[in-house]
């Protein structure tokens, strides 16, 4: 099954991969999944984390992937996303910054805390480090 297959990753306000790959892994909401050329085409919603794959040449990158949709097709996967950032865009200041601030409005430290969105901004900002240091 050798072969390479199309990546792309789109958000709303760019294209952030459009490039060969030899394999696609990523975080799906029902856990993560890894796609190689022939797969058997599905579609299924992402949850913010890593996006990992081996292009053409068998060089590992990572990217951080919020949340969207991915469509998988015998010869491409096709991902569109909330926002996308390549491992060396991601400022892991502001996502410590991000984390905790996430962190204060779960401990209660501020009132009127929407509860559901500081843990999303929590593991958004969790899984934007965990790339930048993979």
Request: hydrophobic share 45%; aromatic share 4%; charged share 30%.
């Amino acid at each position: 099954m050798a072969g390479n297959l199309k990546l792309e990753v789109v958000t709303p306000e760019k294209i952030v991969v459009s490039e060969d790959a030899q394999i696609v892994m990523a975080s799906g909401t029902l856990g993560e999944f890894g796609v190689l050329v022939e797969h058997t085409p599905f579609l299924t919603s992402l949850k913010p984390g890593p996006l990992h794959y081996k292009d053409a040449g068998g060089n590992e990158k990572f990217l951080f992937v919020s949340d969207g949709f991915a469509e998988v097709l015998p010869d491409r996967v096709t991902v569109l996303a909330e926002a996308a950032e390549r491992k060396e865009e991601i400022d892991v200041k502001r996502a410590e910054a991000a984390r905790e601030r996430a962190e204060k409005r779960l401990a209660g430290e501020e009132e009127n805390v929407d509860v559901a969105r500081a843990k999303a901004a929590l593991a958004r900002a969790l899984q934007r480090i965990r790339v930048a240091n993979a």
